[in-house]
């Protein structure tokens, strides 16, 4: 039992999807999968109940879960301590991301960035991607994590990961037998949407101004939560990125794919000039290549 295997363990607990948590821990799903067949037959357990829907984790999966993520916790804590010891660096990092972006958890990339190097000062907003790439630009942030690939010239930007849209709708809704909705069925539909500030909005008026729809927005909002609430309620349809519409949250509503959709795009964007940014980069760049050196064993 190795850190890579409980790594991939405890993102296939969280993630209860083996696509998505393939893509988190940068593998591919054979290998992940092949990963977590290693791990249960060196325990001689089942980890997980596995259906065509969902990958939920067994009692002897819970059983292992909080040790697991002890274990990952406190040998992050070591390399840190290592690379604090080592390189200690002081300053201000200014960070801004969007809200849910899925394919980084920026939250992670903040603590750990922040327990390497404690002596740097830590300012962090949160704004629709539009947003904070201006801000980019303009000198006001070091480094932004967006959803969007439309970036400007003056900035540098780094591909994170991508998700594909889906189409949020009621169980009772006309689409809602359909297993692929037509972009032509989405004409004269009441959204709900991001506002304009948001990556996935832009993504969303340009995919439908394509196809010929101008819609009017009734509802913008600026919280994926409350999006969801809204279109559970009855109020319009939303198209998301894949991983908002397989949030717990939306699990009594339908999620239907788009015929050749644009892809949900999120990036890292910085400035050229000299600051402490691509250190943040770095951590990403560690988990990177600690999976390249810890191969998946077939099996």
Not at 73 to 79: Q, S
Not at 151 to 173: H, I
Request: charged share 25%; hydrophobic share 45%; proline share 5%.
């Amino acid at each position: 039992m190795d850190l890579r295997q409980l790594e991939y363990f405890v993102t296939l607990a969280d993630e209860q999807h083996f696509t998505r948590a393939a893509e988190l821990c940068r593998v591919s799903q054979s290998g992940l999968s092949a990963a977590i067949r290693r791990l249960e037959g060196e325990l001689n357990s089942v980890l997980f109940d596995r259906t065509t829907r969902r990958v939920v984790p067994t009692a002897a999966g819970l059983a292992l879960l909080a040790h697991a993520r002890t274990i990952l916790t406190e040998a992050a804590a070591g390399r840190d301590a290592v690379i604090r010891a080592s390189h200690a660096l002081s300053g201000e990092l200014r960070v801004g991301s969007e809200q849910c972006l899925g394919a980084v958890d920026v939250g992670m990339l903040l603590e750990r960035f922040h327990r390497r190097y404690p002596e740097v000062d830590i300012q962090f907003i949160q704004a629709g991607s539009n947003d904070l790439i201006a801000r980019v630009r303009e000198g006001e942030l070091d480094i932004a994590f967006v959803a969007t690939a439309d970036t400007p010239s003056a900035v540098s930007s780094v591909e994170l990961g991508r998700r594909q849209l889906r189409l949020l709708v009621l169980p009772d809704d006309p689409l809602a037998a359909r297993t692929v909705a037509e972009w032509s069925d989405l004409r004269d539909r009441d959204f709900i949407d991001f506002r304009p500030s948001w990556g996935v909005r832009s993504l969303n008026d340009a995919a439908l101004a394509s196809h010929g729809i101008h819609r009017q927005v009734g509802f913008s909002v600026d919280d994926v939560h409350t999006l969801i609430d809204l279109v559970q309620r009855g109020l319009g349809i939303a198209l998301v990125p894949q991983h908002v519409a397989q949030k717990p949250e939306a699990s009594g509503l339908v999620a239907l794919p788009l015929p050749a959709a644009p892809p949900w795009i999120v990036s890292a964007v910085l400035t050229n000039a000299t600051t402490l940014a691509p250190r943040l980069l770095d951590i990403l760049a560690d988990e990177d290549a600690a999976r390249v050196e810890q191969p998946v064993a077939a099996g």
